[in-house]
Structure formats: structure tokens, C-alpha cells
């Protein structure tokens, strides 16, 4: 790959110019709408690309990508380390994701707190864990040789989940926090996920985001969920990324920037995908609470990245 | 039974194994919360891993998708599926196995190009995450003496690939990716394609009778002489001149260089 000498001006290298995540609203990329964004008078934030996307050598995807990450933050969220894994971290794919932030300089990685590996190949969903000691000392672990590799710190997100597990001992925000505290990575709390949890295991949101450690969130997801029942015929939500965010998750995330201040915020939007105008409205949605909320929050306005 | 109990399997085998089939019940451990019960929860995960599996599977291959009817696919990427479930989270490289599995279903014994037609398919999502590089210039070869032309080799560019057939595979390929209709073509025809990315677009050319030989020996490291020699023994008819023209427009090759033979005994 070529690659320039460092540029004293922005620290990094004169590839790629530096850009943070604003504490805006951004989109997760598709590539049906890279030529709008490219366009659009009305510029989104930032986007965010499923790392294992631009795990080709190269073509279209990075001609693609490389065009958006000149002009826009970018944000490489992984969806197949599968952290919570029993057999360890897969080195192939862990040096293919180093690979892929080394192209392309992202501002912020990030992860899920899931697996999605196991002898039987790869499930292609974020698989839960239950919260243990046992569990955390190897997502610590995990969480540990990634960000080392990496030379960065990363952030963890907290999962839609469907099950329980009689071996859980911790609750998911105390689990959480001290993965957060042990690594010394950051958090990225998706609160639609926080909402069909709550909603899928009896919890309250606003008690689970209490006891959440909301000082360490860097970056917040929103996304839509379907709705279907359970065994007993009780709601259950299931986490499925293609439509519009509920107005119950606005109201969380209206509470969670209350007290945060304004953060990165993602939209997204990966099955069913619509037209840009659409996906940029919801954005539009989200940039009207920060502005409105951000600035008169408990914690005060922060910038996620450094 | 106590849920740690030394000698059971790994929680995550218990939990894969449930997965991946349906006549199992939920893995021990596994509930609702306050013991509510999670078939129907437990089955959410088996649904999306089983949907978008065959959805990456249908992604990779919608000529033969097409072909078949996406009712009969689906049903026949979930065998497939259970036979060579994908090892890597980079999905854009899975199926390498199904034209093997094709050859061997018996359903789809009807239908002889149908493997062909899915190593095109699988050659085509190869050729467009290929590296990026520039195709041979034509003034590559101009700027070579006319008395070296014939001990020129050739470096393959990285979205290459080529697929011979027995079948017209190639016109299947392209009519059914192109929404056109198949009955004009005659389907035991045999062919061969040539997959490329010339600029950004992957493409794809059925070779006339012959081209296959010379690119197949040029790409393997074959001097140009000997590659046309080998193709004109074969193939009698071979035309030389356009099949040098058609090399340079699809863009087989980024490179060309004198063979070390040549460079080490001048004359």
C-alpha cells in the first residue's frame, strides 16, 4: 500500500485527514447511497462500515470507501470478532480488521459484546453470553489482545438478547462497566438495544441506563425493531435493523443525551434498506435532540474522540 | 443436573449444536427470564442464522438462484449449508464448495451447466474484490522489439480468472444475470469465459474457440511464442492477432517482461 510520510499537521499520516467523530448524527454506509452522500448539500456527520465488508483486497468497496473517508469521520464497527467466544479470538480475522483500520484511519472501532464463531462455522448473528466472572475474564482478555494488536482502544456495545442464562451472576450493566474498567475500553451504547432487552427480559430502561456507566459511552447506536411474541404470548423484540427507530427508543436516547451531552450518534438501517433522503431524515431526527438537549446535559458536551 | 458439570460439553457447543438444528431443544441453561421458556425466543437466533446464511448464499450466486427458482435454492443452500457451513465472518468468500456440491446433488442432475454457471458466479465476486491493478497498456507491448515479441511472459492481474466448460455455462451466466431469456441458447454447447476487471466493472467474455489455450498458458507463465503454438496445435483456426487485442481490452494482465531465459542467453 503506498503511504506518505507522516504529516506533522494532523499527527497521522497525510493519507487520510484527520476527522474525529462529531458529536452528530451519522449513517451506517451502504454502498447504493455512496454517490448522494457524496453530493448531498446537507452533510451528514459521519459514517460507520461493517469492518468484514472491506475485508477484500480491492475494488469497488474501497474505491468507495476511500472517496467517503477523504471527505466524511469515519467509524469501522466490526460484526465478527465474536468476543464472547469460548475458542478464543480468531487471529486470521483479528489481522484482517488490522488490515482494514490501517487502510483506512478510522476515527472510532468498535465491537460487539456477542459471539458469533464456533467449531460449526460462523452464525452471522451476535450470539449472547451469559455475565460471569468466567465470562468476563475472557471478554476482558479478548477485549485486551484486540486493542493491543490494534495499538488503540475500541468500544463495546451492549447486545439485544432473547435469552436468559440460569449461569448469569452479574447484571449486564454491572458486566459491562467492568469490562469497560478492566480493559480500559470505551462503550457504545445502543439504546434501541437497551430498549428490546429491557423489554425482552422484564427490566426497566431507565434502571438498566442508571446503573449504566454512561461516562464511558463514546458513541450511540439507533436502529428499529419488529415486534413478535413469546412462548407465553408476551411481547418480544426482536433487534431487526430495518425500519424506522420507535418513538418509545427517541424518548431513551432523548434522557440519555440529557445526561451525557451530545455524542456520535449512528442510524442504522441494514436490512430493507431505504432511499438516502430517508435514512438522512431519521439522522436530521437525531441531530434535533443533540442540538436541542446536548448542550444543557448533566455531564456537560464532550468529544468522543480525542 | 448442576449446569457445570466437569465432564458436559462447552456451553457454546450446546448452544452451536441447538442452532443448527431444529429437532434439538433449547440448550440446558437457556430460559426467559423468571423461568419463562425459550423455544420461541432460542428460535429467533436459529431463524437468523439460518436466513442469512442462504441470504449470503443467494447473494453469491443469483444466476443459479434464478435458474432453479428461489424456492427450490433455498431448500437446497440449507444441505449445502449443512455440509459446508461458512468458517469465516467475511461471508463475500463463502460457496467456494457449492459447484462441487452441484456436481454431486442429484435434484439438479438435470441441469449439467448449473455448476459451471455457480464457478462463474463465484469467479465474478472473486474478480471484484481482486487487488487493484492497472491493466497491461497496450504501448507496453509496442515498446518491445519486434524480434523479442515471442519471449514476452505475462503477470496475471489480480481480478483474472477464467472457467471452461462443457456446457454453455457462459451464455447462461450472462442471460440469466441479465434477466434474458434462455431459449435461444443451446445448452451443451461447450464454452469458455474469461472474467476480468478492466476498470471497475467486472466483466465477462465468452472466448472464441482457441483464446482459452493461449490465456490459460499465458497465465501460467507461458512466453507468448509458446503459448501460440500451443493454441494453433489445438486449435487451428486460432486467430493470433485478436486474441492479442481482446487480451489488452479485458485486461488479463498488468505486466509483461522479457522470460529470464531470454534475458540471461541473448540469442
Known sequence: ?306 | MPPSEPARRSAQSEFSAALINPDLPPPVGVSGPRGKGARKRFAVYRNTVTVTRIDALADIFPAVQRLVGADFFRGMARIYLAQEPPVSAVLFEYGQGLAAFLERFEPVSELPYLPDVSRLERAWLDAFHAADADPLAPAALGAVPAEDLGDLTFTPHPAARMVRSRTAAVSIFSASREQRPLETIRPLEPEDGLITRPAHEVQVRLLPPGAADFFKALMTGATLAEAATLALGRQPGFDLPAAISAMLEAGIFSACSLSPAKTEHPQ
Request: charged fraction near 25%.
Open chain 1, 1 to 306: 500500500m503506498m503511504r506518505s510520510a507522516p504529516d506533522p499537521q494532523t499527527g497521522g499520516t497525510a493519507r487520510f485527514p484527520s476527522l474525529p467523530l462529531p458529536p452528530r448524527a451519522g449513517a451506517g454506509l451502504k454502498p447504493e447511497h455512496v454517490d448522494q452522500i457524496l453530493a448531498d448539500t446537507q452533510r451528514i456527520g459521519f459514517l460507520e462500515v461493517h469492518a468484514e465488508n472491506y475485508m477484500g483486497d480491492g475494488g469497488a468497496p474501497h474505491r468507495a470507501l476511500t472517496a467517503i473517508r477523504r471527505e466524511f469521520p469515519l467509524s469501522v464497527h466490526g460484526v465478527g470478532l465474536s468476543i464472547g467466544s469460548e475458542s478464543g479470538i480468531d487471529h486470521a480475522h483479528l489481522e484482517r480488521l488490522a488490515r482494514v483500520v490501517e487502510r483506512y484511519e478510522p476515527a472510532m472501532v468498535s465491537e460487539h459484546l456477542a459471539w458469533s464463531s464456533h467449531d460449526a462455522g460462523y452464525f452471522n448473528d451476535l450470539l449472547p453470553v451469559p455475565y460471569n466472572a468466567e465470562t468476563l475474564a475472557r471478554v476482558v482478555a479478548h477485549v485486551g489482545r484486540i486493542q493491543d494488536r490494534l495499538k488503540r482502544h475500541i468500544l463495546i456495545e451492549n447486545p439485544s438478547t432473547y435469552v436468559a442464562f440460569e449461569e448469569t451472576t452479574m447484571s449486564e450493566a454491572d458486566f459491562i462497566r467492568e469490562i469497560a474498567t478492566r480493559s480500559g475500553c470505551g462503550l457504545l451504547l445502543d439504546v434501541n438495544n437497551v430498549f428490546v432487552s429491557a423489554t425482552n427480559h422484564g427490566w426497566k430502561p431507565l434502571q438498566y441506563l442508571r446503573r449504566f456507566p454512561l461516562e464511558l459511552v463514546e458513541e450511540i447506536h439507533l436502529a428499529g425493531h419488529a415486534e413478535d411474541t413469546d412462548d407465553e404470548g408476551d411481547v418480544l423484540l426482536i433487534d431487526a435493523h430495518d425500519r424506522p427507530v420507535a418513538d418509545a427508543v427517541w424518548k431513551l436516547y432523548e434522557i440519555v443525551i440529557s445526561q451525557t451531552g451530545a455524542l456520535p450518534t449512528l442510524i442504522e438501517w441494514d436490512n430493507d434498506v431505504p432511499d438516502w433522503p430517508v435514512l438522512r431524515r431519521e439522522a436530521r431526527l437525531a441531530d434535533a435532540i443533540l442540538d436541542r438537549l446536548g448542550p444543557a446535559s448533566l455531564l456537560g458536551s464532550r468529544h468522543a474522540a480525542e
